[in-house]
């Protein structure tokens, strides 16, 4: 990723045109792990030509009408992102999306190029039952802590 100056020279060495600037577009790919529970968790995003000497990376997160985009990435190199993503999800799908900040503070999105790649199935995760013994009878209540439950 980046900008490139250009100048278009023929086969004889005579220059044709200068002055051009082109920008190539960083993107991504895929994303794993492609489920996770859904008590917050981590997400490395894998693509080409990620910038992070002058580019700053966020990942969104969305579930229904929550909404996270704070969250940085805080390792990545040129074919990859991680992100940590908060416990504020449910179980069900969660929605990843990529924007970069350039120096200049203009933000984009980047672009992914397949759309099966863009969500995180959220699991429900058991954390503790109470009591753990209990009569064949019946009658006993349980309590039963997690997250991600509906």
């Not at 790919?29 to 917050?40: E, H, Q, V, W």
């Not at 968790?41 to 894998?46: K, R």
Request: with cysteine; net charge neutral; proline share 3%.
């Amino acid at each position: 990723a980046g900008n490139f100056y250009v100048e278009i020279i023929r086969a004889d060495n005579v220059l044709i045109r200068s002055g051009f600037d082109i920008r190539v577009l960083e993107y991504w790919i895929k994303l794993t792990p492609s489920f996770s529970s859904a008590g917050g968790g981590i997400v490395t995003i894998f693509g080409k030509g990620f910038d992070p000497t002058t580019r700053t990376y966020r990942c969104g997160f969305a579930q229904g009408s929550i909404i996270d985009n704070s969250s940085i990435a805080f390792q990545y190199g040129s074919t990859s992102l991680t992100c940590a993503f908060p416990n504020s999800f449910l179980s069900g799908f969660l929605r990843v999306t990529i924007s970069a900040q350039d120096s200049s503070g203009n933000i984009y999105p980047i672009e992914l190029r397949y759309t099966s790649a863009e969500y995180i199935r959220l699991i429900e995760e058991i954390d503790q039952i109470v009591p753990t013994q209990f009569s064949a009878r019946g009658g006993t209540n349980l309590t039963i802590t997690g997250h991600g439950f509906l």
